[in-house]
């Protein structure tokens, strides 16, 4: 989280709010067609889920009507697993009193997805509905916490996990894996004059070579930087105003004066099990942000603005794209609208694909203990960002946060207490 960058500042916490609610995606204008999809707030006890299950029954049954259906829910909250069994119990039991019936997935008419979710005040319920071959609808509920009780972090179904991949003295503006088997094996290294390439041997890492990173224009203060491995060369750099390929034997660095768009996603490989365009964005050359213009759009949008990071979660029909704005707001564009949201997150954020929770999180900087900064893995099951573990505390601040090729890691680097740099990868477990 860039906290003392010179143009770069935390985003601020402060609560959500919309900017544009007039078009969404297919499923959410059917989601309101048929229900109330605002947030209801409800007074319930800590232990009586009563109101908010008989409410989220009706939600429900006014899509589907009676008849056969098959239920899962997914605790992704801080609720003990005593309360999630519950409030299962007690949803099913509204549900079959308003005339449903529980059979198996290939004998019901209508399937439900019930997740158990939270965000900072509240417990947030959302049901998923999806009726043969139509459209998802969205029922949802919220019940805030009990006074007196606190989001148990120890309880949080996903774990983030991070391994150092690199330490130096010099800024680290970025790190690439380029060969692993059990551990990674060579990384590429990326400062603001060279890209190192190391290889490990013996159980330590070892100087393979350095390629010179040249350019005509001084670097901002805060400089930025990205490594993308390529598919038909070993891999691209990407700097404020130059633009780096690797070439040759032996292996150089040709590197050009360039406001060429910079990947939000790598190009390298596809992240895993998703299709998600290839979009480019324009960086700022004597800046530490990008100007929100994008190639090749998003729906009906050829700009956004002004962000220092993005990250993409796949829908059935869509992409949700978030970007932290230098406005102090995260922006959710789907390709109708541009929403916007003031949440307690910092400057980076990427999103990751795992086989946990919902299939994709955004990993997301955030204040922490002292002068460190902390990362924490979100899902979205309505654009209502949910906390789903809990926080990793780095040593001191967050510079760089990037995914890899993948998708399904990211990189981070943090300026430690010491002064000196350290770079992480940053990994999704399902569970403690």
């Known amino acids: 989280m860039k906290r003392s960058a010179v143009y770069n500042s935390a985003i601020p916490d402060a609560t959500r709010k919309s900017v544009n609610r007039a078009a969404y995606p297919l499923p959410f204008l059917l989601a309101q067609v048929f229900l109330l999809i605002s947030l209801t707030p409800i007074n319930a006890h800590a232990a009586d889920w009563n109101n908010a299950e008989q409410q989220l029954a009706r939600k429900i049954v006014a899509v589907t009507g009676p008849g056969a259906v098959a239920m899962t829910v997914d605790n992704r909250s801080s609720l003990s697993k005593r309360d999630a069994d519950i409030v299962r119990d007690g949803l099913r039991s509204a549900l079959e009193s308003l005339g449903l019936r529980f059979v198996k997935p290939e004998q019901s008419a209508a399937t439900l997805n019930i997740s158990l979710s939270e965000n900072a005040s509240s417990y947030v319920w959302v049901a998923q509905i999806r009726q043969s071959a139509g459209e998802a609808a969205v029922a949802m509920v919220s019940v805030p ?105 032996p292996l150089n660095l040709n590197c050009r004066d360039s406001d060429d768009p910079w990947p939000l996603v790598s190009a390298s490989t596809p992240p895993v099990g998703a299709s998600i365009t290839q979009l480019k964005a324009f960086f700022a050359p004597g800046r530490n942000f990008f100007t929100g213009a994008v190639t090749p759009g998003i729906g009906k949008f050829t700009s956004v603005s002004k962000f220092y990071s993005a990250a993409a979660l796949p829908r059935e029909k869509y992409t949700l794209w978030l970007f932290a704005g230098v406005d102090g707001q995260v922006h959710l564009v789907d390709g109708l609208n541009d929403q916007s949201a003031r949440l307690a997150w910092g400057s980076d954020l990427v999103a990751v694909k795992t086989a946990c929770g919902a299939g994709w999180q955004i990993l997301a900087t955030g204040p922490g203990s002292d002068e460190g900064d902390t990362i924490r893995a979100y899902e979205l099951p309505d654009r209502e960002p949910a906390a789903v573990s809990g926080p990793v505390e780095f040593s001191g601040a967050i510079t760089a946060l990037w995914s890899e090729g993948r998708g399904d890691t990211a990189v981070a680097v943090a300026r430690s207490e010491a002064g000196g740099y350290e770079a992480f990868r940053l990994a999704i477990t399902c569970g403690q």
């Open 145 to 249: 916490r009990p006074p007196g009780t606190a989001r148990a972090q120890e309880s949080a179904p996903l774990t983030v996990r991070k391994t150092l991949l690199w330490s130096q003295e010099q800024p680290i503006l970025d790190v690439a894996v380029l060969e692993e088997s059990a551990a990674p094996t060579h990384i590429a290294v990326l400062d603001a004059d060279k890209v190192s390439l190391y290889r490990m041997q013996s159980g330590t890492w070892q100087l393979e070579q350095a390629l010179v990173i040249a350019h005509t224009r001084p670097w901002p203060r805060d400089l930025r930087g990205r490594l993308i491995p390529a598919k038909d060369h070993l891999l691209d750099v990407y700097l404020p105003g130059v633009n780096c390929v690797s070439a040759g034997t």
